[in-house]
């Protein structure tokens, strides 16, 4: 009777799961499908529907407002690939709207190409702006909430140095003893008409600056954003893009980033966890100029952080980057006194060199903007700290295009093959589809004629048991082609390389490999650049950068050129194609893989003498690097 009992418990708990498991299924399906993502540029909805993003809308379950605020001081990089998809995504799957506000508070380092290069990679990567803002368009309402905090005594106009605050806030470890500023309760008035002179150009940078009046005690004593931080500082490069002349002082982030936040009725204000300890100082400025009830998400944005992601093996820091692209001068001074200068020259092309981690180089490389926003899909979204090996990212990009490209036969390093016994009638013309598998539709014509290049690498001088390709008197397979060849001999040129291979046909031969080849009549010639990791070193981060030492660690190797590859014509096929579909021009470059060899793209640098190539990954991963 027992045993009963226990056996239907377990048959009722089993009907109860699965009705559950019906249910939420049934939930699933009844979703609104809009909230799904449809673009073929976007990030797939399944990261919002769970996890952190989930949590955090249902902390505030109101119409989403959410933004982001880049600073157009330099390029995007690979980490800022997910706070776009974030900000943008979580809008879209939410049927909101996000702003793309431009934080243009520091004229010394913004140019109008950073603006430009910005608005472009957003449309790259499949999003489009509710609005396009910027900070400067507050400027007049950030100033009068900055009196306005004065007025209320909460903020002082300070004239001290930077090391008499530093030693304020507890000296170099924010270890000893904090106090107040000496300025900090000058009278109200005293700070308006400093602030108004600070305005009207009075001082110099470094000499006066407007600080909040925040909390050097108890309960945020630990916590550095409430030491009294500077609201407006007097900016001694102070011509702006947008505002001319008008300010010589300029609002600091702490200051306007949750003003604008407010201004533009941000609901959800994402940023990465550095910030973390800023959604003390973020609230605080709000409550007290009344755009946030204290301790409520009620009225106001609501700041939540989450995890950066960073690519190891690679740079990333903008400062870093510049030094590998506009080179540097090192001084280093000597224990008598000299002066010793080191000049690196340039070690890349430009921002957008393929070889470094920036979103404009990603893009040029040819790595797909879909494939980027489902690699941070994979990765998911919560407040830790994101650490992907450049292994894990190539791996990646390389399951999106083995999906997605055509396949195409390219030479790098051309030697020519001619067979021997071949006739007319082997003299042929082959159709090949783009992917055997067929998960990619179509085909392309294949000349094939009694001469055709090989790859260098795929033929020996002597042969060896654990060799497979072609060897003098041995047996290799041309891909598609019906018959195998044997190699008979071979010529060098004045500089001992191989040259020309001879062989003939070994038809009935079942062969252990087959090789790639690109026929000498109708293939084309193209210039194909492969990359390699741009330091010998997998940490470049932990190299020596103030003096000069990370240049040491350069690799050679990181570019390797190949001036005389040939391809098949099919590739002009693909461009001509591309070229009919005016749809793709926000992501135009024709990519394929070539068999045996990599995935590439046609670089912009292309002409109409010839085409270059950029490796974008290679066909697996490269255990070497």
């Known amino acids: ?17 699965k009705l559950e498991k019906a249910k939420k299924k049934e939930e699933y399906a009844l979703r ?25 809308y249902e902390e505030k379950p109101v119409p989403v407002r959410s933004r982001f605020p880049p600073e157009p001081n330099g390029f995007l990089h690979i980490g800022h690939c997910k706070a776009i998809a974030v900000n943008f995504g979580f809008a879209k799957y939410h049927n909101g709207v996000c702003f793309l506000r431009y934080d243009d508070t520091n004229p010394a380092k913004e140019e109008e190409i950073y603006f430009t290069s910005i608005r472009e990679i957003i449309e790259w990567l499949g999003f489009e702006p509710y609005k396009i803002t910027y900070s400067s368009d507050h400027f007049d309402r950030l100033y009068e909430l900055a009196e306005e905090l004065i007025k209320i005594d909460k903020a002082y106009v300070c004239h001290c140095s930077r090391e008499e605050v530093n030693l304020q806030r507890g000296g170099p470890d924010n270890r000893g003893p904090r106090y107040a500023c000496s300025h900090r309760d000058r009278p109200i008035e005293e700070s308006l008409a400093e602030f108004r002179a600070m305005r009207d150009g009075k001082y110099k940078a470094g000499e006066a600056y407007l600080r909040m009046k925040q909390s050097l005690t108890d309960p945020n004593e630990g916590n550095p954003q409430m030491w009294d931080l500077p609201a407006y500082r007097v900016v001694e490069k102070n011509h702006h893009h947008r505002t001319g002349d008008r300010w ?24 990465t966890t550095e910030f973390q300890q800023s959604r003390v100082s973020y609230d605080w400025l709000l409550e007290v100029l009344g755009f946030k009830i204290p301790k409520s998400e009620e009225k106001g944005p609501m700041q939540r952080e989450y995890g950066r992601l960073n690519v190891t093996g690679t740079i990333l820091s903008k400062r870093r980057i510049a030094m590998l692209v506009e080179g540097t001068t090192i001084e280093k001074k000597n224990s008598d006194g000299t002066v010793e200068k080191k000049v690196i020259p340039p070690s890349v092309r430009g921002w957008d060199d393929p070889r470094l981690y920036t979103l404009v180089a ?21 407040d830790a700290l994101t650490d992907i090996q450049v292994l894990r990212f190539e791996a990646a990009i390389r399951r999106h295009l083995e999906r997605t490209v055509p396949r195409l036969m390219l030479v790098l390093d051309p030697v020519e093959l001619i067979i021997e016994d071949a006739t007319e009638a082997d003299e042929t013309e082959l159709t090949i589809p783009y992917d055997p598998k067929g998960m990619i539709p179509g085909e392309r014509k294949v000349k094939f004629t009694r001469k055709v290049y090989i790859d260098s690498s795929d033929f020996r001088e002597e042969d060896s048991a654990e060799f497979f390709r072609l060897a003098p008197n041995k047996t290799v397979g041309l891909l598609n082609v019906p018959f195998a060849v044997r190699a008979t001999t071979f010529s060098k040129n004045s500089n001992g390389r191989v040259s020309e291979i001879r062989a003939v046909k070994a038809e009935g031969e079942k062969p252990k490999a087959y090789i790639h080849w690109v026929d000498a009549s109708s293939g084309i ?21 103030k003096e000069g030492g990370w240049a040491e660690d350069l690799n050679p190797n990181s570019e390797v050129v190949f001036k005389d590859a040939i391809v098949e014509k099919g590739l002009e096929d693909l461009i001509k194609a591309r070229s009919l579909h005016p749809s793709h021009a926000s992501d135009d470059l024709v990519r394929f893989q070539a068999l045996r060899t990599g995935y590439f793209c ?7 003498k010839k085409a270059v190539l950029n490796q974008i990954v290679s066909l697996r991963e490269d255990k070497s690097k």
Not at 45 to 50: I, L, T, Y
Not at 362 to 381: D, N, S, T
Not at 525 to 545: C, E, G, H, I, M
Not at 602 to 608: A, K, L
């Open 32 to 56: 609104p499908k809009e909230k799904a993502s449809t673009s073929t540029d976007s990030i797939p909805a399944s990261v919002f529907a769970e996890g952190w993003l989930k949590r955090v």
């Open 362 to 382: 990603l893009r040029r490389r040819g790595i797909p903007a879909k494939a980027l926003l489902y690699f941070v899909e994979e990765l998911g979204v919560t």
């Open 602 to 608: 046609v670089d912009p640098d292309t002409d109409g």
């Open 1 to 17: 009777m027992e045993g009963t009992k226990e056996l239907s418990k377990r048959a009722a708990e089993k009907a109860k799961k």
């Open 525 to 545: 010639k193209v210039v194909s650049r492969q990359y390699n990791p741009l330091f010998k070193t997998d940490s470049p981060n932990s190299l020596d950068w």
């Open 248 to 271: 010589k002082i300029y609002p600091t982030y702490d200051f306007t980033h949750c003003l604008c936040d407010a201004f533009e009725e941000i609901s959800h204000s994402m940023c």
